[in-house]
């Protein structure tokens, strides 16, 4: 499995890591420079003097290790939603998704970033004996909050994408559900066009400058690896399912890792066998879900499998994800594939992300827990904390994530747990 993914053929910003053996007072410090922290720093940057600094390179983290699908929604899925938070606050949060996903398009043509934007749309195909009716209540629940979403009966599918099995289950019942609004896009471009913005508006960002330890004071001390001290007026943490190195939120943002392949780029004849048209993004409606996409230079990228509590990502073996590849696509298309890799996300338990400061550490506001759902929330989030810091309050109707989400105490019952819950999902999905 590679250490990089595909995304990484975009080359990195000249920037240099932080000089050694320094202290200096800055007043907004940004960790992490993945998409939440860059847009972070970039909308905070027209206000005040903001530093980023990262561990690795620029976007080494999940921000350039997804699929690089722009899709709505948070938790499981719209049903799973309104189970645990209602249907007027699940309609509110979904619809903030969808204002999330107009959001970054305005920003792309604002700053004129070309990062291969295909707003195609997205199909959740039924999968598994339960698969239509997992679709059909979704389905209702769309309909029932008035959200966007056409259901497709085998036909519709067929017209859109050639898949190997027909999904089984009554004619009456949805084979997909169609979202319109929803796409894709090259993470990499967008993770260095941002940076790109970052430093026009004279924000400045630091690679390989690990913080080590955050002081619990305000302003906040940060210590760095290679013995520098920041004071830090304020302090925006983003850095995903890395946090719980830093001791903060630990038990509650979960390291899991993912895992996705590229093929090589398909042929013409090819794409006709799949007949992938309209380019949609594609997720199934199991629990334990496969999703992929089309690149713009015609290679399918496919992310699946079982995911894998923890931060060794070379734990994870791709040959079941080749196989979920070769068995989603009819058995007569060739998929050769070019790259496979994985990446660590911050993974919650009721899977609702999180925008706090933090009651221990009160010069810090944590972003992050999108649990898969990170592309669209994470540029969106930046605006809602330059607005939260700059103000003091949440912008109007911007839906106000919870300070403390699910914990789990223990390491040994973090692990346990995590073990229980995929095969638990996996036990539902095959039953």
Known sequence: MSTNSIWHEVPPLLTAPLPPQTRQRIHTVVIGAGLTGLSAAYHLAQQREVVVLEAGEIGAGASTRSTGMLTPGIAQNLTDLIRRVGAKEAQHLYQQTLHAIQYVVTLLEREQIDCQLQLNG???????????????????????????????????????????????????????????????????????????????????????????????????????????????????????????????????????????????????????????????????????????RLTADHRIVFGGSWPKYGQTQSALNPADLVSRLNHTFPADVALPVAMTWSGIIDYVLDTLPIITRLQTHPAVIYVGGWCGHGIALSIAAGAWVAHLSELGTWPANVPQFRQKPPLLPTEWARQLGFWAGIRLMSFLDNS
């Open 122 to 292: 997205q199909l959740i195909v039924a999968q598994g004996k339960q698969g239509r009716h997992r679709l059909a209540a979704q389905a209702q629940a769309f309909a029932k909050l008035e959200l966007p979403c056409q259901p497709l009966d085998t036909t519709g599918l067929w017209q859109r994408l050639r898949l190997r099995e027909i999904p089984p289950g009554p004619a009456h019942l949805p084979a997909a559900l169609y979202l319109p609004l929803a796409g894709s896009l090259h993470p990499g471009r967008l993770v260095h066009g941002l940076a790109g913005a970052v430093q026009i508006r004279g924000g400045k960002i630091y690679p390989h400058t690990p913080v080590v330890h955050i002081g619990n004071q305000r302003p906040a001390s940060l210590s760095l690896a290679n013995g520098s001290e920041v004071i830090a007026d304020q302090v925006i943490l983003a850095t995903g399912g890395y946090t719980p190195q830093l001791g903060l939120l630990r038990g509650r943002i979960l390291p899991v890792q993912l895992q996705a392949l590229a093929t090589e780029p398909l042929a013409t004849e090819t794409l006709a066998q799949l007949g992938w048209a309209g380019r949609e993004c594609i997720t199934d409606s199991r629990r334990l879900f496969n999703y992929f």
